[in-house]
């Protein structure tokens, strides 16, 4: 018996079904095929070079991983659901309702992302060029219509309960269409290890709302819930509307409650009488974030006072500090505001700072319970801040204060606060104050908002997927403990008014559902926080391969590897060993040699190296390289590892992990000083077909002066990240107009067929890219046939140039980069690993 039970519940869409068998249609069924939650999928994608023909996921337990099943057909049809079988693993079975999905949406975007007061500053990488539409909202509907020759996306995630066993789980999703029915296997590896639920989790996730009151400046619009559901504040619907959310918050994470104070005691029946004694109602305030604890959301109570200068137009002491105080007039919303240095401000510090302490701790709520004193110090912060501040902890010493701080005075607020929230650039800038603090024991956040922009991490639309996932790991690799963003639903900051999109729309209001819509930004933040509970697992018992796992992938907030391929790669790694299993190919390492200050290690054949694992023992090497070689001849610096006392979460000796991303077949650690040589691993896998420009010599047009050529960054198999490592090579342009045409021709030593070459692209900014590549071969070194050109990166990491042609006899291959100077950032191209090969190689 065929059943189907569909739950629109909170944004959710959750489908389970005893699977039919497949119906032949008359008509073609749409083409199918998967794309990871990394990558983007427009109206108008083809199948990437990472797409796949099933649903293949990573996990750990209480752990959501999700990919797309992409549909684009000749026809128009409409997806009228997906159904899910159970997932059955050796020991255990994951049940079909543990799957969901939701149809992706769209959002348009008229321009880029860029900072709001410095133009130039363009946020990259991004997706694609704006105008258009952006992939960006996870439609709350079982169904969709599709037109004819448009791509569609449906996210699927899995979550793995806690209580499953781990292993590997198999199973399939059934995608009906009009057009005939799809079957789509899922595969899931779960690792065994638990992923704490978030309201037991050592992380904090801040996400600042408008649902429950005002908490900006520019909220004087209205309240948020009645603009955009129309419901009055505590009317059955909007308690609906606020369980909904909820239950989404749980799900995603979102472990904190923002509390609109002056709001809430407003509602509650608070007031002030004309000799200014507050009577203070705390009864919508304990309705309210009893409602969040009884259904386990939350760990963390966030007190909400706005303080600052506003701005001149409605201060006209400005930069003075205003103090948000309880409105004069009965049944009005907005707050009123005194000066902070005021005698009606000393008025409601003294009487509303200690009614607060004493209401938090008869709940039992001290432990949980901060307070913001003003958000972003900045001018007037000098004394304004500083002088509420000292007030807070007058009336209430054992408070703990916390503000994202994103200007001058952010290293001294951080010396005042009790936990620590730099935004991401100020701590990208200059880390030490904050870090400083972290070691003196203050919990470390990081903040982000509409800033940082450039090509530093953020949640931008238009920027890749995996950006917010990846700043959890950079958070877990600088010892951060939490997140604090800027705004989950400002939602009366219309998109086209924003100059970085998306800033205020990580979820969108959902009325026919009275619920939010979630977006795969949303998802990716989950992601992150999942990746670092499995790092904060595995930093229990192994702090030092924990951080070092982290920074394989990203070092800085602007300084990181986009290669989603290679994300994924050490992201399994993590998983592995947070379960007790282990990290490394035991049979990649075929000889090894060692001498007093060297060891070396022969793979036996080409390998794509993730990483390389060396257990120390008693003694160990403070600074060390790790080099790389396809002939045992020459060598090229792939990693390092430097003295850096400063750096304690760095742990010495015991195991160290250095992230490799990088092809070779010899790998080599020496010290300038004799040590003790370590056991070697490595992580990676052999390459199905050998790269054959490998290690090849090669001769290229002389490059500028500031940027040379050693001679062998073309081919050593090392990835460069931007011009300051060099570990590429450049030709430098001057005005606009300009152009230039370097050359590269690689002897690959012997004639080989050659049916693919590719080109890594300069990663940190496309401006530094060519405009074309064109690939010649030949056989005698003079007479070159042209193969192919090639414009534009391809794939979800964007950062490699693929041409493939029919397999030919080559002993020569030529590259000719194209290049003008379009506008003033496009000073140069420069150009890092060429690789070739005899088919199209395996992009996992």
């Given at each position: ?15 389970t ?33 990472e ?67 410095e ?14 539409d ?84 520019d ?78 959301v ?66 039992g ?7 913001h ?47 620590v ?42 920027q ?10 950079l958070?877990?690799g ?28 990580i ?71 947070a379960?007790?299993?282990p ?146 090579f ?50 005698d ?64």
């Amino acid at each position: 018996m065929r059943w189907t039970r569909v739950v629109v519940a909170s944004g959710l869409m959750v489908t389970t079904a005893g699977l039919a068998p497949m119906a032949h249609a008359a008509r073609a069924t749409p083409g199918m095929w998967t794309e990871t939650s990394y990558n983007s999928v427009f109206k108008d994608s083809g199948r990437s070079p990472e797409a796949g023909n099933d649903l293949r996921l990573d996990t750990a337990k209480n752990d959501y991983e999700a990919a797309q099943i992409v549909l684009r057909g000749p026809a128009a049809f409409t997806v009228q659901g997906v159904d899910f079988s159970a997932l059955r693993g050796a020991r255990d079975a994951i049940p079909a309702g543990e799957l969901s999905y939701n149809p992706v949406g769209y959002e348009y975007l008229d321009h880029n992302s860029y900072n709001g007061w410095e133009p130039d500053n363009f946020v990259t990488p991004t997706i694609r060029t704006a105008p258009g539409d952006f992939p960006d909202r996870l439609l709350n509907q079982t169904s969709i219509d599709v037109p004819a020759n448009q791509t569609q996306s449906i996210w699927v995630r899995v979550h793995v309960p806690a209580t499953a066993k781990g292993g590997v789980y198999t199973g399939h999703a059934l995608v009906r269409t009009t057009q005939g029915n799809l079957n789509v296997p899922i595969r899931v590896n779960a690792r065994n290890v638990v992923i704490p639920p978030a309201n037991q989790s050592e992380f904090t996730n801040v996400m600042w709302t408008n649902f429950l009151g005002l908490t900006s400046w520019d909220m004087g619009q209205g309240d948020t819930v009645k603009l955009f559901y129309g419901h009055d504040r505590y009317s059955p619907q909007w308690w609906q509307l606020i369980d909904n959310w909820a239950d989404t918050m749980k799900r995603y994470r979102q472990n904190n409650l923002q509390l609109p104070l002056v709001n809430l005691l407003t509602d509650g029946g608070s007031k002030v009488d004309a000799a200014g004694n507050y009577t203070f109602n705390f009864d919508r305030f304990d309705q309210v974030v009893q409602r969040f604890l009884d259904k386990g959301v939350v760990n963390r109570l966030e007190g909400f006072t706005g303080a600052g200068p506003q701005n001149a137009d409605h201060n006209p002491q400005y930069p003075r500090y205003l103090q948000e105080v309880t409105p004069k007039e009965t049944g009005r919303q907005l707050p009123d505001f005194v000066y902070w240095d005021s005698p009606e401000a000393d008025n409601w510090y003294k009487q509303f700072y200690p009614a607060l302490r004493q209401h938090v701790a008869a709940k039992g709520w001290s432990k949980m319970f901060w307070m913001h004193v003003g958000d972003e110090p900045g001018a007037g912060g000098d004394p304004g801040w500083f002088g509420i501040a000292s007030k807070l902890k007058q009336y209430w010493p054992d408070v703990k204060i916390g503000d994202a701080t994103g200007q001058g005075l952010a290293p001294r607020v951080a010396h005042t606060e009790d936990i620590v929230i730099p935004n991401l650039f100020d701590y990208t800038l200059n880390p030490k104050p904050f870090d400083d603090e972290r070691r003196d024991g203050k919990p470390l956040w990081f903040y982000n908002c509409n800033v940082p922009a450039g090509n530093h991490l953020n949640r931008f639309i238009d920027q890749p997927e995996w950006s917010q996932r990846q700043t959890m790991w950079l958070a877990y690799g600088k010892g951060a403990t939490g997140y604090l963003h800027w705004a989950y639903g400002n939602w009366q900051f219309k998109m086209s008014d924003q100059t970085v999109k998306g800033d205020g729309y990580i979820v969108r209001p959902d009325t026919v559902h009275n619920t939010v819509e979630a977006s795969p930004r949303y998802e990716s933040l989950r992601d992150g926080m999942e990746d670092w509970e499995v790092l904060n697992h595995l930093g229990k018992t192994n702090p030092g391969l924990a951080h070092d796992l982290a920074n394989a992938v990203v070092q800085a907030s602007d300084k990181y590897s986009p290669d989603v391929n290679y994300m994924q790669r050490v992201r399994a790694l993590a998983l592995d060993a947070a379960a007790g299993l282990p990290v490394t190919s035991k049979d990649l390492v075929r000889a090894k040699t060692a001498g007093p200050n060297r060891v070396q290690v022969d793979l036996g054949s080409q390998a794509q190296v993730d990483g390389v694992l060396l257990h120390w023992g008693s003694t160990w090497a403070a600074k060390y390289r790790v080099l790389i070689s396809y002939d045992g001849k020459t060598w090229a610096e792939a990693a390092s590892r430097a003295d850096n006392p400063g750096d304690d979460l760095a742990k010495p000796g015991g195991d160290d992990f250095l992230g490799v991303n990088a092809k070779t077949r010899y790998i080599r650690i020496e010290s300038a000083t004799p040590f003790q040589p370590p056991e070697v691993e490595v992580a990676g896998k052999r390459l199905a077909q050998p790269n054959l420009a490998g290690g090849k010599t090669y001769t290229a047009s002389a490059p500028s002066g500031r940027f040379p050529d050693a001679g062998i960054e073309a081919t050593d198999g090392v990835l460069g990240d931007n011009w300051g490592d060099g570990k590429q090579f450049g030709y430098e342009l001057a005005n606009v107009g300009d152009s230039v045409q370097p050359v590269v021709t690689i002897d690959l030593g012997k004639a080989e067929p050659i049916g693919t070459v590719r080109v890594h692209a300069y990663e940190e900014y496309p401006d530094y890219r060519p405009d074309q590549i064109t690939v010649a071969t030949s056989t005698d070194g003079t007479n070159f046939t042209d193969r192919g050109k090639v414009s534009s990166v391809n794939g979800a990491s964007r950062i490699w140039y693929d041409v493939g042609f029919a397999p030919a006899p080559a002993r020569w291959v030529r590259l000719t980069f194209d290049k003008t100077m379009h506008n003033k950032y496009q000073t140069g191209v420069f150009i890092d690993e060429i690789e070739a090969y005899r088919g199209a190689p395996h992009l996992g």
